[in-house]
């Protein structure tokens, strides 16, 4: 059975930079490339989830405004891992952050990495 599994996740300082992995473990080769939608979202204490970056499956991507410039979504397809570059981080950036694919008609979500941004 396929699992998402997110890490690279951790504390970091407000203007540092993390990436974000999200692996496809136990999937097929061509899991990533056959995907619908590769997406991030994430959730803060006392805040609703949000998707903060998506790919599809022709490489276009979408970020919310917030992110943009700032973070990348890429992916991995001979490692079926999907990616999330993080760059010039904010406070407002800490929240638990998830991986989502849909495959297949199927939606697949990691268990989630903390980011913490603090001075």
């Known amino acids: 059975q396929v699992q998402l599994v997110e890490s690279g996740g951790g504390l970091v300082q407000p203007g540092g930079s993390l990436r974000l992995s999200c692996a496809a473990s136990?999937?097929?080769?061509?899991?990533?490339?056959?995907?619908?939608?590769m997406a991030w979202y994430r959730q803060a204490p006392g805040k609703s989830r949000e998707l903060v970056a998506q790919?599809?499956?022709?490489?276009?991507?979408n970020y919310v405004d917030s992110v943009k410039g700032r973070f990348t979504i890429s992916r991995d397809n001979a490692k079926n891992t999907v990616y999330l570059r993080m760059n010039s981080l904010k406070l407002e950036d800490t929240a638990a952050y998830s991986c989502y694919v849909s495959r297949w008609g199927l939606d697949y979500w990691g268990q989630g990495t903390q980011v913490t941004v603090s001075s």
């Open positions: 790919m599809a499956s022709g490489g276009n991507t």
């Open positions: 136990g999937a097929t080769s061509g899991f990533t490339s056959s995907s619908s939608i």
